[in-house]
């Protein structure tokens, strides 16, 4: 797909194309040509990270399997991309039932990031809290990914953040938020 885009530039009328590269379902690829240079933009769908806190105060986290990553196991809070007409709550309901087969009696929204720049995204940090196993669990789209649930306190899950072993760093900047807000 090709979008011819014009523009005024410093009083003068100048010409920028861009060109998708990449279309797949969660990631958007394009080169813009802005004057002579070549400009990549990555743009990722939107998604909630979800902070799932018990009643003892621990916050849930996920273990995983993704054979298309390094490493192949990861740590991580509840997450999942926004589908199209749906919205950052009803998101973070779903992921919830999905990966921790969990319902939230609340989830309230922490914090909107949006990520402008080379990547762009948007990220909806999460609270969810009175927490109940879900009677009627739904099955996890991506098959049989999780392989521990596990509950840590908000110190050791900054403490493995800083030490490298919760690799979706973006994502757990939520857990600085939390300290940051005293939730």
């Given at each position: 797909m090709?979008?011819?885009?014009?523009?005024?530039?410093?009083?003068?009328?100048?010409?920028?194309k861009a060109k998708t590269i990449y279309q797949g379902q969660y990631i958007?690829?394009?080169?813009?040509?802005?004057?002579?240079?070549?400009?990549?933009?990555?743009?990722?769908?939107?998604?909630?990270?979800?902070?799932?806190?018990?009643k003892n105060g621990k916050f849930l986290f996920i273990k995983e399997h993704r054979p298309h990553e390094t490493p192949h196991l990861r740590l991580k809070p509840v997450t999942g991309f926004i589908d199209d007409g749906d919205d950052w709550l009803k998101t973070a309901h779903k992921e919830l039932r999905e990966e921790a087969g969990l319902i939230a009696g609340n989830i309230e929204l922490i914090?909107?990031?949006?990520?402008?720049?080379?990547?762009?995204?948007?990220?909806?940090?999460?609270?969810?809290?009175?927490?109940?196993?879900?009677?009627?669990?739904?099955?996890n789209p991506d098959g049989?990914?999780?392989?521990e649930i596990m509950y840590l306190s908000l110190e050791e899950a900054i403490e493995l953040t800083l030490k490298g072993d919760m690799p979706l760093v973006f994502d757990s900047l939520g857990l600085f938020l939390i300290k940051e807000l005293k939730l």
């Amino acid at each position: 797909m090709h979008i011819l885009i014009r523009c005024l530039n410093i009083g003068h009328l100048s010409v920028t194309k861009a060109k998708t590269i990449y279309q797949g379902q969660y990631i958007k690829l394009e080169e813009k040509l802005i004057q002579e240079d070549v400009y990549e933009l990555v743009h990722l769908r939107a998604a909630v990270i979800v902070f799932a806190k018990d009643k003892n105060g621990k916050f849930l986290f996920i273990k995983e399997h993704r054979p298309h990553e390094t490493p192949h196991l990861r740590l991580k809070p509840v997450t999942g991309f926004i589908d199209d007409g749906d919205d950052w709550l009803k998101t973070a309901h779903k992921e919830l039932r999905e990966e921790a087969g969990l319902i939230a009696g609340n989830i309230e929204l922490i914090r909107h990031l949006p990520l402008t720049g080379s990547v762009t995204t948007d990220k909806y940090f999460a609270l969810a809290t009175d927490l109940s196993k879900d009677q009627n669990p739904i099955a996890n789209p991506d098959g049989d990914v999780i392989k521990e649930i596990m509950y840590l306190s908000l110190e050791e899950a900054i403490e493995l953040t800083l030490k490298g072993d919760m690799p979706l760093v973006f994502d757990s900047l939520g857990l600085f938020l939390i300290k940051e807000l005293k939730l």
